[in-house]
T-cell receptor, first 111, second 116 residues
Framework: SQTIHQWPATLVQPVGSPLSLECTVEGTSNPNLYWYRQAAGRGLQLLFY??????ISSEVPQNLSASRPQDRQFILSSKKLLLSDSGFYLCAWRANTREQYFGPGTRLTVT | AQSVTQLGSHVSVSEGALVLLRCNYSSSVPPYLFWYVQYPNQGLQLLLKYTSAATLVKGINGFEAEFKKSETSFHLTKPSAHMSDAAEYFCAVSRAGNTGFQKLVFGTGTRLLVSP
């Protein structure tokens, strides 16, 4: 069966510091992968998606970037964090029947 | 373009009462619809999905949803609420992007509160 991992689970970073969040998927090959953010009290915002290694599409221009160095690895990064980057970050992969399966999430607090 | 609207940001029920969470969709093509549940500080868990096979869809934890094309609705129900059902629920519709890539468009969520 498929499993999706995210780490770290929680992160507290100062403004201006770099960021790297990692997501890995097991049990499937060439998955479509997604990064979402949930700000406090708000819904899910799609940030990036990827159909394959090195193929990244951005939904919203912002302070973040994404990379896919391996088939089942998806990384979310920032060179300099802003206060507004705080939130709950979720990685997901899509099944052939269109539903997405989510990882446990990373709680990021920028101070 | 496909979208979903969830009516009511908060719904309160008593334990044992009927749960009804509302979702209306907008789609120019036959939609794929989903309900997810999110517990505090956790990822989203798929409750059920509609993919045009049957209009009444049964999911996990005793939840079900009925697709009504005439009403463009996909409401989530459970006959008897449990305390453990307290969570946030999201309705979503699958949408093809400009490049044909499939995305999910989520509603703003409904927080279900269950009182003893």
């Amino acid at each position: 069966s498929q499993t999706i991992h995210q780490w770290p689970a929680t992160l507290v970073q100062p403004v201006g510091s770099p960021l790297s969040l990692e997501c890995t998927v097991e049990g499937t090959s060439n998955p479509n992968l997604y990064w979402y953010r949930q700000a406090a009290g708000r819904g899910l915002q799609l940030l990036f998606y990827s159909v394959g290694i090195g193929q990244i599409s951005s939904e919203v221009p912002q302070n973040l970037s994404a990379s896919r160095p391996q088939d089942r690895q998806f990384i979310l990064s920032s060179k300099k964090l802003l206060l507004s980057d705080s939130g709950f970050y979720l990685c997901a992969w899509r099944a052939n029947t269109r539903e997405q399966y989510f990882g446990p999430g990373t709680r990021l607090t920028v101070t | 373009a496909q979208s979903v609207t969830q009516l009511g940001s908060h719904v309160s029920v008593s334990e044992g009462a009927l749960v009804l969470l509302r979702c209306n969709y907008s789609s120019s093509v036959p939609p794929y619809l989903f309900w997810y549940v999110q517990y505090p500080n956790q990822g989203l868990q798929l409750l059920l999905k509609y993919t045009s096979a049957a209009t009444l869809v049964k999911g996990i934890n005793g939840f079900e949803a009925e697709f009504k094309k005439s009403e463009t609705s996909f409401h989530l129900t459970k006959p008897s609420a449990h305390m453990s059902d307290a969570a946030e629920y999201f309705c979503a519709v699958s949408r093809a992007g400009n490049t044909g890539f499939q995305k999910l468009v989520f509603g703003t969520g409904t927080r279900l509160l269950v009182s003893p």
